[in-house]
């Protein structure tokens, strides 16, 4: 089955400076790749996706690029602030996300201010 | 527009007592999925339901772990003769309708402690 590897495990970085964390997965097929945001009591919360057929997505200070030939992708986020401290899971799905999401086991993110 | 709603938030059990899980996904989302996290560790699929069907149930334990999704009410995760490595956060998310370009949204989770 398919397994998700998520670097680093921690990431302090400080308050304006951008992040960024990566992750690779193991089964080609995989075609859909989210990003949650999970803060302390919460559930994950989905801040952005990006599928197989596009290399790279953003949405304001986030994006995520994708290389599928080395089967990694990554988030970016940049002018950190203290909001985004909170711990990020990365995915991936073979069935466009219609199947059961594999996760990273996840980034703890502190941003220092 | 409600999100995903889990309840109970938290719930105690002693070993060998059955443990109920209830999730209602997001109006309009016929599709179920449920996962389970251990501390410092990211989620793990569990089973994957729309109404009256269990689609996947791969990563569900074969022994004491059920789920329903019954065509009136919330889904269940059921538990039973429950052990202390049951302990964990259970997450339910929901999608409208188990096709690609549907994102899971997830619920606040149900916090399980087995004394």
């Known amino acids: 089955g398919e397994n998700v590897e998520q670097h680093p495990s921690t990431l302090s970085v400080q308050e304006g400076d951008s992040a960024v964390i990566k992750c690779t997965y193991s089964?080609?097929?995989?075609?859909?790749f989210p990003w949650y945001k999970q803060e302390l009591g919460k559930g994950p919360q989905l801040i952005i996706d990006i599928r197989s057929n596009v290399g790279e997505k953003k949405d304001q200070r986030i994006a995520v690029t994708l290389n599928k030939t080395a089967k990694h992708f990554s988030l970016h986020i940049t002018e950190t602030q203290p909001e985004d401290s909170a711990v990020y899971f990365c995915?991936?799905?073979?069935?466009?996300?219609?199947?059961?999401?594999?996760f990273g086991k996840g980034t703890h993110l502190i941003i220092q201010p | 527009n409600a999100g995903v709603m889990q309840n109970p938030r938290h719930l105690v059990r002693r070993r060998g007592q059955e443990a109920r899980l209830r999730c209602s996904p997001m109006?309009?989302?016929?599709?179920v999925y449920w996962y389970r996290q251990l501390p410092e560790e990211g989620l793990k699929f569990m089973v994957y339901l729309q109404k009256e069907n269990i689609i996947d149930e791969s990563g569900m334990p074969k022994e004491r772990f059920s789920a329903e999704f019954p065509k009136e009410g919330p889904s269940i995760l059921r538990i039973q003769q429950v052990v202390r490595g049951d302990s964990a956060a259970y997450f339910c998310?929901?999608?409208?309708?188990?096709?690609?370009?549907?994102?899971?949204?997830f619920g606040d989770g149900t916090r399980l402690s087995i004394l």
């Open positions: 109006k309009g989302h016929s599709h």
């Open positions: 998310a929901s999608s409208p309708l188990g096709r690609s370009n549907q994102p899971q949204h």
């Open positions: 089964d080609s097929a995989s075609n859909y």
């Open positions: 995915a991936a799905s073979i069935g466009g996300g219609a199947d059961g999401l594999t």
